[in-house]
């Protein structure tokens, strides 16, 4: 994974990108928190993810210490083992080197002690630092509920001192709310502690490599500029499949169901990336308004463009209710009334316990006029963006079939990342928002105003489902989830291809 290369020149070259980047004012002594630490993303993803940017050199020993706080009582060694399993890829003593830059410290949520106490500790060390500036990110790897105390406690106990140069910066991560009012009311109380620019409201989806992609390949070539819109594209699909349940989680998933555990968030980010007009720049803010733009010309969701699905077994969960008519599958039709999109309807898609697990972005496109191949049996051009796994970006279109004869089939132009980059490491997406975040980048990061605005589209539809005014239909786990999805997609134009399949290439 690091390629063979030492720590300390691993160390250097990042020090010559950070000074290519004039990063000068987000230098000095750094203090990530990871608030929750005890818990499952936290050992899963937040602390592999800071022993990626360790070993690569983004975070260094001298500049950056660590700390994990929650109830449970743990010692240092105790955390440091906890997680230890899951940082995965580098040499045995830069495993060490950074499981040493660890330190826990217990307390609770809503009192000031265990606050106080997380202060004095990262206090010292910053004095010991003997540099100027002081950073200081929190990270919330925790649910949401304790979101309000914990930013009081924060703000109360631990803001970066006033003497020193620095910053505060808080992630936090979703479910941002349940509903309109709920996010908006979460909103407000953060608001009241924190300034926009210092929340980082965390979507993992912003960071996977083809998501980051999908502004490059639409505005920067020529290729896609004319086509990408409703003269061209007949229909948008964003689908996210998953071949396990709930697994585990089924207490907390039960409360979401699919539509706010994955579609109001992950897929509504790749919406918004699919759809939006060309921002004034790549300011940040830019993006963001531009993202507001587009949700905010999201027209009702109409309840025949929806298809829930439940799959069969789920109610077995002990902490899954009996009666429960929580989503597991859904299907929701979104149409945009603006100049460019008018008349196509992008399905976004997302299911659990299904036959595969994968996530892509397909734009179909109209079939040709005139044709003269009568190659419509064929199936349309279609443009896939394989978010994951085996990343990847191919087109789908029709060509001479080789031979004697004049007969055309589907073939495809292929940019394959595991072929075309063989020997380049694409980092996990937590990797790169969080070093984002020591960065000061909010590009990839949710504004208030998108919250809301992604709230406004799903409520009325969610707050149905709550009632029970939607019921979800059962599958079969292993299976493409229900029949009525399929028929739905077809009901609003999309064009199956029977017949053809795209295989990812791998290397001989
Ligand atoms: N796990 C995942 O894969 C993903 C999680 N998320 C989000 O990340 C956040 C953390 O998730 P996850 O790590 O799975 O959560 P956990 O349930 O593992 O909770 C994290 C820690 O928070 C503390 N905690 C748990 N429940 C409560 C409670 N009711 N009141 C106060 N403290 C509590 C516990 O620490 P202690 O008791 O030691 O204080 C626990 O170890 C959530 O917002 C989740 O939605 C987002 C994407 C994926
Ligand atoms: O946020 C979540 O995402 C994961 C899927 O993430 P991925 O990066 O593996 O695609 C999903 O399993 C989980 O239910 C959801 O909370």
Known sequence: MSGGSSPSSRRNSSNSLSRDLDLSSEQGCLSIVVLGASGDLAKKKTFPALYHLFDQGFIQSGEVHIFGYARSNLSDDGLRERISGYLKGAPEEDLSEFLQLIKYVSGSYDNGEGFEKLNKTISEYEASSKTES??????????????????????????????????????????????????EQLSSQLGQLFEEHQLYRIDHYLG??????????????????????????????????????????????????????????????????????????????????????????????????????????YKDDPTVPDDSNTPTFASVVLRVHNERWEGVPFILKAGKALNSRKAEVRVQFKDVPGDIFKCKKQGRNEFVIRLQ??????????????????????????????????????????????????????????????LKAAWQIFTPLLHDIDEGKLKAVSYQPGSRGPKEADELSARVGYVQTHGYVWIPPTLA
């Open 389 to 450: 796994p085996s990343e990847a970006m191919y087109m789908k279109v029709t060509v001479k079939k080789p031979g004697l004869e004049m007969a055309t089939e589907q073939s495809e132009l292929d940019l394959s990342y595991g072929m075309r980059y063989q020997n380049v490491k694409i980092p996990e997406a937590y990797e790169r928002l969080i070093l984002d975040t020591i960065r000061g980048d909010q590009q990839h990061f949710v504004r208030r105003d998108e």
């Open 134 to 183: 002081y950073r200081r990110l929190f990270y919330l790897a925790l649910p949401p509920s304790v979101y309000p105390s914990v930013c009081k406690m924060i703000r109360t106990y631990c803001m970066n001192p006033s003497s020193h140069p620095g910053w505060t910066r808080v992630i936090v991560e979703k479910p941002f709310g349940k509903d309109l009012d709920s996010a």
């Open 208 to 313: 996977k490599e083809l998501v980051q992609n999908l502004l490059v390949l639409r505005f920067a070539n020529r290729l896609f500029l004319p086509l990408w819109n409703r003269d061209n594209i007949d229909n948008i699909q964003i689908v996210f499949r998953e071949d396990f349940g709930t697994e585990g989680r089924g207490g907390y998933f039960d409360q979401y169901g699919i539509i706010r555990d994955i579609i109001q968030n992950h897929l509504l980010q790749v919406f918004c990336l699919v759809a939006m007009e060309k921002p004034v720049s790549l300011k940040p803010e830019h993006i963001r308004d531009e993202k507001v733009k587009v949700l905010q010309s999201v027209n009702p969701i109409q309840p025949e463009e929806v298809v829930l699905g439940q799959y069969d077994g």
